[in-house]
């Protein structure tokens, strides 16, 4: 594929993603609004404020308009570039949604190269070297993880945190993060980013270890490996050029849709960790029913599904040249 038809291919994916994201927000917005309840619920249980001044501030809002027009509001904001502000404590939605999602994507990042790192060469190394007992007690490990629900793994190494003393529970940072030099503060992050990590690792690493052993243990029973092994090409070449390339295809599919998540694949991980994410941010704004918070969430995780397809597609392409992406639309 030239540059002009990866270009093309870009522009009608995007175009593609754009239908999608105003399709979300609408069934977004119309699952807000039927929803019983408004983001000023809570100051009906305050006694000194007159229901005259609760209507008024309802209507100052919008709150009281119908659907459409609420919807309409919302969507020409959003096309000036502004995504409003907070209903309880009137804070601007961008910069909140900017400081929690580098905090989500920080955690996410760190969590997804742990896990490609290890998890791809042990499912290489385990294929090659079939039913071994490393193999076999690889193989368990990952048969005894993928038996644990995420939660309960979480609340495991919790428990451990809280028993030990040995990491920090809650937070990204320490009280005194602001009088650290630089890399004492690179330090303090990792340290509590340590747990969450290693729990989003435990979570994903036997399913991609599987996943990579299965796939390339496939592609060396194919009738191309055997020929090249038959002209005599050395072992390593066979596997790691001929048949790795054709057993990654569908993990570079799976990283498209974990680029795609990860702003919100962390939603547990972040809750009961404590920590000041995106997830968090938006279960709370879910729970308010704040509006334009929930909104900004929901459109940003829009945004990364449809990027992350086109990742994947446009890696899919390098990885496998034979690939035409003008048949993947």
């Known amino acids: 594929m030239n540059d002009r038809s990866l270009f093309n291919f870009i ?4 175009g593609q993603g754009a239908l999608v994201i105003v399709l979300v927000s609408f069934l977004s917005f119309l699952l807000l609004y039927a929803s019983p309840g408004d983001c000023l619920a809570d100051l009906q249980l305050n006694q000194s404020l007159s229901p005259e001044f609760i209507a008024q501030e309802r209507a100052r809002r919008g709150l009281d308009r119908p659907f459409l027009e609420q919807y309409g509001r919302w969507l020409f904001n959003l096309a000036q570039g502004n995504l409003g502000r907070t209903c309880k404590d009137n804070a601007p939605v961008f910069n909140l949604i900017l400081q929690r999602a580098g905090n989500t994507l920080l955690f996410s990042v760190s969590a997804l190269i742990a896990t490609w790192l290890i998890a791809i060469p042990t499912g290489i190394w385990a294929a090659v070297n079939r039913h071994n007992f490393i193999d076999r007690f690889i193989q368990l490990i990952s048969y ?5 629900p995420a939660f309960v793994m979480v609340i495991l190494l919790l428990i451990f945190a809280q028993t030990s003393g040995l990491f920090p529970v809650g937070g990204l940072r320490s009280l005194d993060y602001d009088d650290l030099n630089f890399w004492g503060k690179i330090a303090d992050i990792a340290y509590h980013l340590a747990l969450p990590v290693t729990a989003a690792f435990l979570i994903g690493f036997a399913g991609l270890q599987r996943l990579m052993r299965g796939n390339l243990l496939d592609v060396l029973q194919e009738d191309y490996i055997r020929t090249a092994r038959a002209k005599g090409l050395p072992e390593t070449k066979v596997i790691y050029v001929h048949a790795l390339r054709n057993a990654v295809n569908p993990l570079v599919t799976l990283l498209g849709f974990q680029l795609a998540s990860l702003l919100s694949g962390a939603f547990i991980t ?22 334009n918070l929930a909104m900004a969430g929901f459109m940003l995780g829009a945004i990364m599904l449809v990027l992350g397809n086109l990742i994947a597609d446009i890696l899919l392409k390098l990885v496998d040249p ?3 992406l003008d048949d993947r639309g």
């Not at 005894?144 to 644990?148: D, K």
């Open 144 to 148: 005894l993880l993928q038996g644990f």
């Open 11 to 14: 522009l009608v994916r995007l």
């Open 322 to 324: 034979r690939i035409k």
């Open 270 to 291: 972040e809750l009961l960790f404590g920590l000041p994410g995106l997830g968090q941010l938006l279960y709370e704004a879910v729970r308010q029913k704040d509006t």
